[in-house]
């Protein structure tokens, strides 16, 4: 299987605790996103990576959330003092190549804070 | 402010009838557009895309018409089937401004009905 990979699938958490998601890319792909999906929306833009480097983060991303691409491969985003509020869907992306290409979702990772 | 939008959040339709799908943007600087398909429980499928240069772009029962000047895309699925029932997401995204980084509408579910 070449798709987006993401682990885990889902996680349930308590409050204040910390969590950590990792997402492997299409191999080939150099750039990879993070996105936040909750109920009755749309996928919502956290943060891209060409490469190891961390070109742009949303608002949305807060001090407790933190990504990283230490190799330019996979790539974890984990959150920290989790509130209910960060409930939610969430996806990786990656795509390859210059311009505008399609990008490929993984399955997303289904977080519960209680 | 939502610069991609929705406007029907559900839309039935018969076997084997045309589905019709809209979509409307805000911001000019988007210059490629894409539909996304999603399941529950699953992240979106890529369906198709169009460049801000085209009109109009097919692939097999799937149609994208784009027009710049109202700012509003659609997608076309003839003969619609029981299995394109999803939520369908319109998104768009401008590689100079934005870095290929997807904006998503909030999604039109879409039941076809046997």
């Known amino acids: 299987d070449t798709g987006v990979s993401q682990d885990p699938r889902h996680k349930i958490t308590k409050r204040g605790q910390n969590v950590t998601f990792r997402c492997d890319p299409i191999s080939e792909h150099n750039r990879l996103y993070w996105y936040r999906q909750t109920l009755g929306q749309g996928p919502e833009f956290l943060t891209y990576?060409?490469?190891?480097?961390?070109?742009?983060k949303s608002r949305l991303l807060s001090d407790r959330f933190s990504a990283e691409r230490p190799k330019g491969s996979f790539s974890t985003l984990e959150i920290q003092r989790t509130e209910q509020g960060d409930s939610a869907m969430y996806l990786c992306a990656s795509s390859h190549g210059q311009g505008n290409t399609e990008a490929f979702f993984g399955q997303g990772t289904r977080l519960t804070v209680v | 402010d939502q610069q991609v939008k929705q406007n029907s959040p559900s839309l039935s339709v018969q076997e084997g009838r045309i589905s019709i799908l809209n979509c409307d943007y805000t911001n000019s600087m988007f210059d490629y557009f894409l539909w996304y398909k999603k399941y529950p429980a699953e992240g979106p499928t890529f369906l198709i895309s169009?460049?801000?240069?085209?009109d109009k772009n097919e692939d097999g029962r799937f149609t994208v018409f784009l027009n710049k000047s109202a700012k509003h895309l659609s997608l076309h699925i003839v003969p619609s089937q029981p299995g394109d029932s999803a939520v369908y997401f319109c998104a768009a995204a401008g590689y100079m401004e934005y870095g290929n980084k997807l904006v998503f509408g909030a999604g039109t579910i879409l039941r076809v009905k046997s």
């Open positions: 990576f060409q490469n190891e480097a961390q070109l742009e």
């Open positions: 169009i460049s801000s240069i085209k």
